[in-house]
């Protein structure tokens, strides 16, 4: 392994040892990016949502901890957003019984709640109108979805606007 790759890994695990200090038993680190410029971003997050003034205190204390006179270095630290597909187990426990879009390993899109989660499994119900027979009205289809976690491509919580 080249020096400067392990380097990398020393500081990823640096900045997380960093921030797992300084969670609380409601907040989950989802992840941590530090890019071959220095650029790093922190991605954390509460079973209760995520305050700003959590994401300031945490970038304070990574930042008193880390040398800017070895080297330089910017630093992000935020909540993932909802346009972020989920990357950890807890991100799934706090959308619970929130409706979810589905990307599939094999690019098969599903829209639903999120009713479930056991072990790597998790259970998505969906609701789809469909035509049954010639010259019927739609009827409302109730399908259940059982996925391993590892054979989705992407998750999110479905953005409503309104």
Known sequence: MSPILLQLMIEVKKIKDLVLEKLSTDDFLVDIKVSKTNKIEVFIDNFNGMSIEKCIEISKFIEGNLDRDKEDFELYVSSPGLDKSFKVIEQYKKNLNKEVEILTIKDKKIKGILSEINNNDI????????????????????????????????IKVKILFK
């Open 123 to 154: 259970i998505v119900n969906e609701t789809k109108k469909v035509k049954k027979e010639r010259h019927k009205k739609k009827q409302t289809e109730k399908i259940i979805h059982k996925l391993n976690i590892n054979n989705i491509k992407s």
